[in-house]
């Protein structure tokens, strides 16, 4: 999650990029002046067969072991090394999203690469794991499939009901467990 402070460096390399951009005019771009100053006109156009759009969690930056994702967002959140550069092996690995949570919402992100899948989790009692692990896609043979193609929305989710042998008259006749739904 960025910080006021980090917004502030982030905000101030943005500005400054984008005053170093100098708009031109090309196929299908009109630039015109106004009063209110220049604006850009852009004619649509098709797309054609064979191209593709650009989604969440697309592996776009690649050299013989190490790669860079299209930012996306796990519940709202970027995760903490979006930008990173991130080392894989010539062997299978998958790209995971670790997520750290409150039981009832994800408070953090982070990725990596992993030569294993993560075990499957186990519900627990009262509210959703702490931790929550996310297949994003996979590397095989120098080729990357993204799983999502979207970015990832998390929310906690009742799985089980285990009836209770002798409840008081204050507790529910069962014992709540729960794990997350992605979607």
């Known amino acids: 999650m960025l910080t006021p402070q980090s917004w502030e460096m982030v905000a101030q390399v943005i500005d400054a990029n984008f ?3 100098q708009l031109q005019p090309g196929k299908g771009v009109t630039i015109s002046s106004g009063s209110g100053g220049q604006s850009v006109s852009v004619k649509p156009s098709p797309v054609q067969a064979g191209n593709s759009s650009v989604s969440p969690f697309d592996f776009i ?4 072991t190490t790669c860079q994702f299209q930012p996306g967002t796990i519940a709202g959140l970027i995760p903490t090394n979006m930008f990173a550069t991130l080392t894989f092996s010539s062997a299978t690995s998958y790209l995971l999203a670790t997520c750290t949570t409150s039981g009832q919402k994800v408070t953090a992100a982070t990725l990596s690469i992993d030569s294993s899948v993560p075990s499957l989790p186990i519900p627990t009692v009262g509210a959703a794991p702490g931790t929550l692990y ?11 499939t993204n799983f999502w193609g979207q970015s990832i929305a998390c929310s906690p989710k009742e799985v089980m009901r285990v009836p209770k042998s002798s409840p008081t008259a204050f507790e529910l006749p069962f014992t709540s467990y729960w794990d997350w739904s992605v979607y």
Do not use: H
């Open 19 to 21: 005053r170093e951009c």
């Open 61 to 64: 930056g690649v050299t013989s």
């Open 134 to 144: 996310i297949v994003l896609g996979t590397f095989v043979s120098s080729s990357f």
